[in-house]
């Protein structure tokens, strides 16, 4: 018993500790000023990365950091392919609900839902690393110009949408507006105000540019696997790829 009692106060204390020390490293979040302004610099960013082109592109794949989740993406009808391990989610994005399978035998009930729920957790954090400067004018956004050691920086604040609403960003522009680095005040991390970098930009076909790399604390995330266009032959599916009726 006595044991257990030290090994609970060691244990308070590491968490304790743990807090404290986040909280000490830990950035405030800069507050900025909203508008004009804030929305000409996010349309200056759009144009640097070829939105038009983005909104042309109908369809999309890519493979998310470490290899384990793959990705296909009907952007026009908002279906996507979710594939992990031995699990395939086929689901409409509006709906999140859709056709579950698990090593290619569909599932219902309760242990579709489980693939369901999880799939869409996956999708709602790596499509954002996927496209996340395209997003800034969605609903629930709200967009702030912020200065530090004197460079413009634009901030974006996700006050609705996807798991974890709350979540803020501050995208750091290069000379053509492009986002070489952002920051990031998220629920899910202890330490806020973490710097990422966005790097590795490739052109899909039609324009849209897309980083496939994101170096931050001595770690490097890559994209993998990524293409689009406007043909399902393009991201090598085939036709009836993404029907939810199998």
Sequence with gaps: MNKLKWFGIILLLLVVGVFACSKMISKELPEGTTGGQADALAQDMLTAINVSAWEQTRYLRWTFFGGTHHYHWDKQENIAIIEWKKNKVIMDLDQVDGLALRDGVVVEGEEKQKLISKAWGFWCNDSFWFCAPFKVFDPGVKRYVVEQDGKKGLRVSYESGGVTPGDSYVYWLDANNR?????????????????????????????AMISTAHGGMGLAAKLSNVAGGMQLSDIELSEGAFDLKK
Excluded at 193 to 201: T, V
Aim: aromatic share 14%.
């Design 179 to 207: 986002p070489e680095s952002w920051q990031m005040w998220t629920q899910v991390l202890p330490v806020q105000g973490i710097s990422n970098s966005w790097e590795d930009w490739v052109e899909l076909p039609g324009g």
